[in-house]
């Protein structure tokens, strides 16, 4: 046998062992329910996806609900993990946690790193000025300086839709309010619930403030899931549509956005409905 031969064996054999592996670790819905845990990375920090209760010590919110039916449905345990908001891809790839729960928007780069499951929720990004300002709609911010929040997608979507806008990130959303207030910028960028947030926090303040009308962007969240697991894809889009069908989506929407909550919605304007 020539040294041409045995490269062209060795290479193949290679490549079989490979494939072999792949296969053998490829079906991650299997790992976890022999585990008999499912590790959901969430933020922790963002309310009302998820935060901690401040009675209770514990996790709770709109993700947290979701992450407790979805382990239910696949006959788990669910086990949360606080994440920042930049590692939440990188966890996912790395294995650290299984699925993301964790505010995660869907956008085209980050299709290309991971899947993502139906959207769970749907909303918009808008802007938050001083009324003293003057400011009534998004054309007039051209060439201003806005806040918001590092991370996300806010940023890209407001020198998007603005043009020349020197956009500011910070570490959350009360350092980028706290800018807005003290005049360091005409705007702040944030989604829609998280805005309203603000401003429910911000006690007598808040009538100082209001939420410009247009969006600039819409946003669907849904769960993150690493690529080439379409088992765990599956799985996932299956529980999502049986919460829908059971009427525990809509409960868990106005649990946290409704019009009891500080984020005020009076309606759901979607539903978790079949990929196309």
Excluded: C
């Excluded at 991650?28 to 499912?38: F, S, V, W």
């Excluded at 901690?52 to 039916?69: A, C, F, H, N």
């Excluded at 979805?70 to 891809?89: E, N, S």
């Excluded at 999502?240 to 809509?250: K, N």
């Amino acid at each position: 046998m020539n040294s041409l031969h045995k490269f062209f064996l060795s290479t193949i054999t290679t490549l079989s062992l490979t494939t072999l592996v792949q296969q053998v670790h490829a079906d991650q819905l299997a790992d976890i329910q022999q585990k008999g845990e499912i590790v959901i990375g969430v933020l922790g920090t963002a309310e009302p996806f998820s935060f901690i209760d401040p009675k209770t010590r514990e996790l709770v919110g709109y993700e947290i609900d979701i992450g407790k039916d979805l382990a239910q449905a696949l006959g788990v345990k669910p086990v949360f993990k606080q994440l920042a908001v930049a590692a939440r891809i990188p966890e996912l790839q790395q294995g650290h946690v299984d699925i993301l729960a964790a505010a995660l928007a869907i956008t085209p780069d980050r299709q290309e790193q991971i899947d993502f499951s139906i959207p769970t929720l749907i909303t918009g990004q808008k802007i938050l000025v001083s009324k003293q300002s003057g400011i009534s709609g998004i054309a007039q911010l051209e060439g201003k300086k806005l806040v918001t929040i590092k991370g996300g997608t806010q940023e890209a979507n407001a020198k998007k839709a603005i043009a020349q806008a020197n956009v500011v990130s910070f570490d959350n959303a009360p350092q980028a309010f706290l800018a807005l207030q003290q005049g360091k910028a005409e705007g702040m960028v944030d989604d829609e619930s998280g805005l309203v947030g603000v401003l429910n926090k911000a006690g007598s303040k808040a009538e100082n403030f209001t939420i410009l009308p247009e969006r600039i962007s819409t946003t669907q969240v849904a769960i993150g899931i690493k690529k080439h697991e379409p088992a765990l894809l599956a799985a996932i889009n299956s529980a999502l549509l049986q919460a829908e069908t059971r009427g525990e989506a809509g409960k868990w929407f106005f649990q946290w956005y409704g019009p009891t909550t500080q984020h005020g919605f009076s309606e759901r304007d979607f539903t978790w409905s079949a990929p196309n």
